[in-house]
């Protein structure tokens, strides 16, 4: 059965970095975008970034807020794929989801993991 596991979520002041972390058991991110997706208390599930499938040409996406700041990258050799997160704001402070999807900019996502959570105080 497929399952992602998000990792690296923690505790840090404004202006740090953080690395999450999203491995992948039962499967093989190569063949699927893997997106990120945050949420904060009271607020929806927001897109943070999405990297394209490893033999694709598609685009890697980043939303507004995090364009410039946040980097998603994959390892194929450890199944994982990560959000480097630099310059952190407490706005970022949310959980952080990854999911499987057939492209960025699709609507398919799934088999979200449980989450990290991401605090950043100011």
């Known amino acids: 059965q497929a399952q992602l596991v998000e990792s690296g979520g923690g505790l840090v002041q404004s202006g740090s970095s953080l690395r999450l972390s999203c491995a992948a058991s039962?499967?093989?991110?190569?063949?699927?975008?893997v997106g990120w997706a945050r949420q904060a208390p009271g607020k929806e599930r927001e897109g943070v970034a999405c990297?394209?499938?490893?033999?694709?040409?598609?685009?890697?996406l980043y939303a507004d807020s995090v364009q410039g700041r946040f980097t998603v990258s994959r390892d194929s050799a450890k199944n994982t794929v990560y959000l480097q997160m630099n310059s952190l704001k407490s706005e970022d402070t949310a959980v952080y989801y990854c999911?499987?999807?057939?492209?960025?900019?699709?609507?398919?996502?799934?088999?979200w993991g449980q989450g990290t959570q991401v605090t950043v105080s100011s």
């Open positions: 999911a499987i999807g057939t492209a960025c900019g699709g609507g398919d996502f799934r088999s």
């Open positions: 990297i394209s499938g490893g033999d694709s040409d598609g685009p890697t």
């Open positions: 039962g499967l093989t991110l190569d063949y699927y975008a």
